[in-house]
């Protein structure tokens, strides 16, 4: 079964400066899917960015980017030039490329890590 | 824009009671899911859904059933509630077609059960 792992509960960091929020997962496939989401406090949970396994180039969406490791099966968010928009919980998650059927869709989601934002 | 929607932003019921939590999407989606959040646990799946009707376990459907009569709707059941439900409810949908596709989330549906 595939895991993902989360290990910091809590992040923060300075208005208008850069962090990085850490994910790894454990899987024997060598296709999938890797995502950001965030959870803003009391309102929905949105996809930041996702990547795909067997695209070598790191996803960028605006400030945010991701550093993949396949081998080191390393999914981890940078945030630069940090707004207090983006305080929120982020989740990593991942799901098989081909886990074929009705399992296309299912998602397994890390622990989530809050990050604050100081002004 | 995507829409999912849930009954119900708070809800408190008593163990015992049935409850009923009800999601609907406006984009045509054929998957639909159900998960619970926890603190220090993250988004389990309970169960979910990939067409009118038919309905798989999640990883802990234990005490909950699903059903899903109509595309757009998709409501969790609790039989009998107990205190350990106690926990936000999150529902999501995505289209078939691509594991790139995202799935979109209701706002959530916070229970206590006392």
């Known amino acids: 079964a595939q895991t993902v792992t989360q290990s910091q509960p809590e992040m923060s960091v300075q208005e208008a400066e850069t962090v990085t929020l850490s994910c790894t997962y454990d899987?024997?496939?060598?296709?999938?899917?890797l995502f950001w989401y965030k959870q803003p406090p009391s309102r929905q949970m949105i996809l930041v960015i996702r990547?795909?396994?067997?695209?070598?180039q790191n996803a960028t969406e605006n400030r945010f980017s991701v550093n993949f490791q396949k081998a080191a099966k390393s999914f981890s968010l940078k945030i630069s030039d940090s707004q207090l928009g983006d305080a929120a919980m982020y989740f990593c998650?991942?799901?098989?490329?081909?886990?074929?059927?009705?399992?296309?869709?299912?998602?397994?989601f890390g622990q989530g890590t809050i990050l604050t934002v100081h002004p | 824009d995507v829409k999912v929607t849930q009954s119900s932003r708070y809800l408190v019921k008593r163990t015992g009671e049935k409850v009923f939590l009800e999601c609907v999407q406006d984009?045509?989606?054929?998957?639909m899911f159900w998960y619970r959040q926890d603190p220090g646990l993250g988004l389990r799946l309970i169960y979910f859904s990939y067409d009118v009707k038919m309905k798989e376990k999640g990883d802990i459907p234990e005490g909950y059933s699903v059903s899903r009569e109509k595309k757009e709707r998709f409501s969790l059941i609790l039989e009998s509630a107990s205190t350990n439900q106690t926990s936000m409810y999150l529902c999501a949908s995505s289209p078939v077609g691509s594991p790139v596709y995202e799935q979109y989330f209701g706002p959530g549906t916070r229970l206590t059960v006392t």
């Open positions: 990547q795909e396994a067997y695209k070598q």
């Open positions: 984009m045509d989606h054929e998957n």
């Open positions: 998650a991942y799901r098989p490329a081909n886990a074929g059927g009705t399992s296309y869709g299912k998602l397994t």
């Open positions: 899987t024997s496939e060598s296709d999938y899917y």
